[in-house]
């Protein structure tokens, strides 16, 4: 095994590696892992586990570059103490410990074999985790099972983690799970020499058979209460609604103004060198913005400030005023951004202040939770114009408060001002309190993530392929994931069964309208039409009903009837054939025929048709032209099924020459 580096305690210089480079260097160090356990712990203890960090520091600190935006980058998220495991009273015993508990930790840092087979290294996030869990678990150890000779395992055995430590410590039990599993690992590959033996991947019967005797008399341990399944409540619709409304409105109306007089209170602020001797002169300057303002009331009241004064006069009152109604601005803009997205809050705060350029319609940041990527993997989401909006009103507002050098996007108003933002819900949670919206948020607070699962159930009621569309939106490995985003909401289920019906009522109405204009085409028309006066009697005398009832008499209460394009109905029964699925079943959209005697064709397909057959004539002239003899034919495949959608159209594109020679050889 190559020797270990030595080095000593220093503080972290200004140039911090990446982690797959420390890896880099960790494997030229460490050499042949599979020994560590051998290794004394005076040679040991001053390696580098983290870049200007030894493995006997007071506190094991990682970089902050390496975690991802957001809370992940607080010093508390970041950083563990060994000393949490506590020592025992016996000085020999409490150095044995220390080491023990830092080569843990050393060994939950290092690359292992996962229980799949392959050797995994943990992200910089996944590794404090464990850690922490670690540490409760050593904690917990010491007070009810400690050892003789210092070790953390040395006495513990499975049916103390199974009915001690874990139905008391709920909330870390998976982490914990994962940390042993990976301390496992690492004793049988002799990367440690104290680890837990009884959770071992091989065999030890004799170790898995002392379980304490069951006495006569004595109290038996009942299995635990299984936790209730973890479950993010999606915001309400009147809850979205009103907060965008209001978003949207602010961003309007009030934004540019308020950012305006913000770029003059900072000129005004800039000719002092204390804060405090500018205070007077900042009011004069806001003041007079409120003598010249336009604006003299808000449409929307608001709370200014922690005193509970709602108010809807503007400009601001006061300077304090003016920072709150700023932090309710970039509240708002997240709102907004992230009802677009849908994504993680450290996806959204990754993002740097870069202008749209060429992706025009892109939200342009990083993802780290399912990429192998240390550090993340850049990807892009799309974004509706409003959210285009909020994000110039945000590049504004920090370029006028974030410090020259630095290009993040959003940014911290309390605390070190205008460095990166760390929390997005703390702001968004502060926003929605001063707008007045608290009591829509039901049972839960206002998180960012439920932005996520409110996404998720917006798209999974109203687009069809919506677990498709979700796994791209949300970058998910697995369509599970997707799924368990969709039914977060116990009621989404039958939301999803009403709107697919009053979708179908809406079709069949649209329909129903068409036909007795004399609009409407395809196949299923004429039946269509011959159908019509009997169900419209079905209420009384003839034409009594109203479209309602009669589209529940045509789509059975609304059980058939299905979109399978725009301005195009498939009107295939229960129990009827139809050629997309070669029999009885459920409607196929994406395998829709035009000669189908379930199609039914809206008036408004009509412009869709012509506009089909203006770009398949043209393709085909240039294929013609070109010589393309495998590529016309398929054009004419094409405008053959276009023709027979609508007679009008078609009697229209038979006047080419061309088209009509197509024509007449499809009905030979």
């Known amino acids: ?14 140039y911090v590696p990446t982690v797959a480079d420390w890896r880099g260097t960790e ?54 103490v060994p000393a949490r495991a506590g020592h025992p009273a016996d000085r020999t015993l409490a150095a044995k410990r220390d080491e023990c508990v830092r080569r843990c930790l050393y060994a939950l840092w290092l690359p292992h074999v996962s229980q799949s087979g392959n050797i995994r290294a943990p992200k910089p996030n996944t590794w404090w985790q464990r850690a922490y869990a670690f540490l409760r678990f050593a904690e917990w150890q010491l007070q009810n099972h400690p050892s003789t000779d210092g070790s953390v395992f040395g006495k513990v055995k499975l049916l103390d983690v199974l009915n001690g430590f874990y139905p008391s410590n709920r909330g870390i039990e998976r982490a914990c799970k994962m940390a042993l599993a990976v301390l496992v690992d690492a004793g049988e590959r002799n990367v440690i020499a104290d680890y837990p033996t009884f959770f071992g991947r091989t065999q030890r019967t004799e170790e898995l058979a002392q379980g304490e005797p069951i006495r006569e008399g004595a109290a038996l341990v009942l299995p635990a209460t299984p936790d209730a399944e973890s479950s993010v409540e999606p915001f309400s619709d009147e809850f979205v609604t009103e907060f965008l409304r209001r978003a949207l ?25 204390y ?72 996806e959204i705060l990754a993002a740097d202040d870069v202008g749209f350029g060429p992706v025009a319609g892109r939200y342009q940041s990083r993802t780290y939770k399912l990429v192998d990527e240390i550090g993340g993997q850049a990807r892009d989401w799309p974004l509706h114009p409003v959210a285009e909006r909020a994000i110039e009103i945000q590049r504004r507002l920090s370029l006028l408060l974030r410090p020259e050098g630095q290009n993040h996007l959003w940014i911290r108003l309390q605390g070190k001002k205008a460095t990166r933002l760390t929390s997005a819900t703390s702001v968004f949670r502060r926003t929605v309190e001063y707008l007045g919206l608290s009591h829509l948020l039901g049972s839960g ?224």
């Open 445 to 668: 607070t206002a998180h960012m993530h439920r932005w996520r699962h409110t996404v998720a159930r917006l798209v999974a009621l109203s687009v069809v392929g919506a677990p498709k569309v979700l796994f791209d939106l949300f970058g998910h490995k697995d369509i599970e994931m997707t799924l368990h985003y969709m039914m977060s909401d116990p009621t989404i289920a039958e939301e999803a069964m009403l709107v697919a019906k009053e979708m179908t009522y809406a079709l069949a109405k649209s329909g129903i309208t068409d036909l007795i204009e004399g609009g409407g085409s395809g196949p299923a028309a004429a039946s269509l039409r011959q159908q019509l006066p009997r169900a419209m009697r079905m209420g009384g005398d003839e034409f009594d009903t109203g479209l309602s009832e009669t589209a529940e008499v045509l789509t059975y209460e609304g059980k058939t009837w299905s979109l399978v394009r725009e301005g195009v109905i498939c009107t295939k029964g229960l129990g009827e054939y139809g050629p997309c699925t070669k029999g009885r079943g459920a409607p196929d959209p994406g395998a829709c025929r035009t000669a189908c005697d379930h199609r039914f064709e809206l008036t408004i397909a009509k412009q869709q048709c012509k506009e089909i057959l203006t770009a398949l004539t043209r393709e085909r002239q240039a294929a013609d032209a070109n010589g393309l003899e495998m590529l016309v034919e398929n054009l004419d495949g094409q405008i053959v099924a276009e023709l027979k959608r609508w007679d009008e159209v078609r009697e229209q594109f038979l006047q080419d020459s061309d088209i009509r020679r197509v024509w007449e050889k499809s009905l030979k």
């Open 27 to 80: 494997r030229r160090i460490a050499g042949n892992v599979d020994a560590l356990a051998d290794v004394p712990w005076s040679q040991l203890r001053r390696t580098e586990i983290f870049p200007g960090c030894q493995l006997d520091a007071a506190v094991l600190e990682m970089p902050e570059i390496w975690m991802p935006p957001g809370t992940s980058r607080h010093f508390s998220s970041r950083s563990v």
């Open 1 to 14: 095994m190559s020797p270990i580096r030595a080095t000593k305690q220093k503080d972290l210089v200004a």
């Open 275 to 346: 804060w405090s001797s500018s205070s007077k002169q900042r009011q004069e300057e806001l003041e007079a913005w409120r003598d010249r303002a336009e604006l003299r009331r808000l449409k929307y009241s608001w709370r200014l400030g922690r005193a509970s004064r709602v108010s809807d006069v503007w400009p601001p009152p006061d300077v304090p005023s003016l920072y709150i109604a700023l932090g309710v601005l970039q509240g708002c803009n997240l709102g907004v951004v992230n009802a677009c997205m849908g994504a993680r809050s450290s």
């Open 249 to 273: 409105w602010i961003q309007e109306n009030i934004a540019d103004d308020m950012l305006d007089h913000l770029e003059r209170d900072i000129h005004v602020r800039g000719q002092y060198k």
